[in-house]
């Protein structure tokens, strides 16, 4: 059973947006850092952004900073990535994650090794 679920991918034009979500079926997603993830074919696994327990957040790279943003509902258990402005270069299976602890890693590498669970993916196409 997968622990944490995304949903919102698809096919958008240039300049379009899309907002993927992240749940979960047993765990609190408030008590742990969730990061999103991207890769792209042919390309390593590269972190976006992170929440932590308490709130803090962090992006990681200057290619999405102030286009993507990070967001938690606790109500929902849900964890939001809002991706504004995307481009062709935006393509790509799209992941959220949690290493279990509540602190995000200063990096998107550091993050990445830390995860315990990922999502099974969910697939961003940008095309006209």
């Known amino acids: 059973q997968e622990r944490l679920v995304e949903s919102g991918g698809g096919l958008v034009q240039p300049g379009g947006s899309l907002r993927l979500s992240c749940r979960a079926s047993d765990l609190t997603l408030e008590y742990y850092t969730i990061a999103w993830f991207r890769q792209a074919p042919g390309q390593e696994r590269e972190g976006l952004s992170c929440?932590?327990?308490?709130?803090?957040?962090?992006y990681y790279g200057d290619s999405v900073r102030g286009k993507f943003t990070i967001s938690r509902d606790s109500a929902k258990n849900t964890v939001y990535l809002q991706m504004d402005s995307l481009k062709p270069e935006d393509t790509a299976v799209y992941y959220c994650?949690?290493?279990?602890?509540?602190?995000?890693?200063?990096?998107?590498?550091?993050?990445?090794?830390?995860?315990?669970?990922w999502g099974q993916g969910a697939a961003v196409t940008v095309s006209s």
């Open positions: 929440i932590g327990s308490s709130g803090d957040i962090t």
């Open positions: 994650a949690t290493d279990l602890t509540r602190r995000c890693a200063t990096t998107g590498e550091a993050m990445r090794g830390r995860i315990a669970y």
